[in-house]
């Protein structure tokens, strides 16, 4: 796996003497980051860690940032003008920044140390996505700087999840098509998570939806539904619940048990059914996301489909100026 | 201000090796913690941070947390049982822990090394909500732990707010009707906002939208909005944008400018506006939120006044089994 070379290359850096990961992109490849991220929020003894819009991060850009940092920076066109800032302020400033793209001739290699082209389009390896690759490389560094300890656990995942996803996706095939009958017409989602899916939460309701299907949609954090957004609950509103595996889990569950109870439309896609408990518990949480994103596509391919809107069509972006 | 005796126990635990300050809470609560995190994400050159929904923070609880790490967690009620096990987790593990709380009574307060019973209700001296509170303790703590330097410039913007936001109310007292007049039968908004103020704008959308007025609402960063969320924008959606003051305010301009070419229901919260640049433009954006809470307080209850739809009304908050 070409992610130890590049592990390596993270470690000459600054003598290997690495205090903090950042991770900045936009929209879709922000999501991407964020099981990275909620990795290293949560496993990290030392290491500290920031997951920003690149815009933000250009402007405001956080004091910590310098050679004793690491800097991923994503953007799938490899073109976004914020995201290319971001990896120029960073890489001026003493980061080692690591830049992924699709696309070999961007603008942001210019500015990363780091250059990692990624596959994309062929949903059967999703190891070679940009979120699969960060959380392999972010995993493998943290065991290299504080002796993180699972990486054989990961490692397995990572042998395991491309099958899992594609049973999971065979196994979806007819309640995807349900789900675009029974929700075609509506205006509105809302969209649950939790953990490491939280991301995927916050892009299926900004990418998959807003984006993509021009439908309105707002992500809810599972343990915040409680703390406010619970009280528009009603048997009208749709609800799309990512279930996750792993120790938030009831966070979830307590969220679709009061669903079931006082709302009607609810749809919940559970890791767990969907086989992710193949994998170690010890780490299964962080592959949630990718396992969640391979179905949610499957879920928004075939909404796109019924509402008769193709999924690659927009009328901003791209084609007027902003 | 007692806040400086809070900062002294504070630099007293563990021989005041802090490398960690973190926030924790449920809804609104931990929306009035984002200012302080933000602060500290963008102004600490050693110091690390992380804001959590308490029910995250329990069940993933960051290896970080121990004694040298101080937990932040609030709750109007004291009672909210995810913000009472997280201060005891916390505790446990030996973190200096700060309660805030409005209820003298609160259980929270258990597990609280420091008490902090903040009033309510006098809309006038904000310095005294649990958001000025916080941000006053984290900004003097993290001048005693790396010379953060613009305490002064700190001490002179409290000093300053509470005029400052008795001004901007007069100042909104027609616009907040018109507002109402305008908006009261839609049923969903958009609310866009960015740095300091992000958890305000997630906040307005959650505590005052969802769960006081039962409407539909979804908080999008003024960052992100280009790379997705603008292509659900139309004449039709109302949008309600705070324009923070600072360095993020080029963001939250970027998005008015397009709202305003391709929308047509556009709500601006202006802070500079609102007089907030009378405090110095290097502490300025951490005052945002204070300002913005108070008025958007006022676009609330003007809302609820023509709904008539009371802020006080729940239907399962406090009410149901949950």
């Known amino acids: 796996m ?52 690149a815009n933000e991060f250009v402007h405001v850009t956080p004091k910590k940032i310098g050679p004793h940092s690491i800097v991923f920076v994503c953007s799938h066109s490899g073109n976004t003008p914020e995201a290319v800032e971001a990896a120029k302020i960073a890489q001026e400033k003493g980061a080692f920044t690591i830049g992924l793209t699709f696309n070999p001739k961007a603008e942001l290699l210019k500015y990363s140390d780091e250059k990692i082209i990624y596959e994309w389009g062929n949903e059967d390896e999703v190891v070679n996505n940009p979120m699969a690759i960060m959380l392999d490389i972010t995993s493998q560094t943290l065991d290299e700087l504080e002796g993180y300890g699972k990486l054989s656990e990961f490692a397995d995942g990572f042998k395991r999840i491309d099958t899992i996803v594609t049973n999971a996706l065979a196994q979806v095939q007819d309640r995807t098509k349900e789900f675009a009958k029974k929700y075609q017409n509506e205006p509105m989602f809302y969209i649950l998570g939790s953990g490491a899916s939280f991301g995927h939460t916050y892009g299926f309701a900004i990418c998959s939806l807003m984006e993509m299907q021009w439908l309105d949609a707002s992500p809810i954090h599972s343990g915040e539904y ?20 792993g120790r938030t889990r009831p966070l979830d569950e307590r969220a679709i048990k009061f669903l079931k109870k006082y709302g009607n439309k609810i749809e919940i896609v559970d890791a767990k059914e969907l086989g992710l408990d193949l ?12 396992l969640f994103y391979s179905v949610l596509c499957e879920y928004r391919a075939k909404l796109a489909d019924l509402r008769n809107h193709s999924l690659d069509v927009r009328r901003y972006m791209g084609k007027v100026e902003y």
């Not at 992610?3 to 922000?30: D, E, P, R």
């Not at 409680?226 to 595996?245: A, L, N, W």
């Not at 994998?279 to 990718?290: H, K, L, Q």
């Open 279 to 290: 994998i170690d518990s010890s780490v299964a949480e962080y592959f949630n996301p990718i």
């Open 2 to 53: 070409e992610n130890k070379a590049i592990v390596k290359n993270i470690m000459k850096h600054n003598n290997g003497k690495i205090s903090n990961i950042y991770f900045t992109a936009c929209g879709g490849s922000l999501v991407d980051m964020y099981p990275s991220y909620y990795f290293l929020q949560s496993e990290a003894e030392k290491v500290s860690t920031g997951w920003y819009t």
């Open 226 to 245: 409680f703390h406010g957004p619970f009280e528009v609950t009603d048997k009208d509103k749709p609800y799309i619940v990512m279930e996750s595996i």
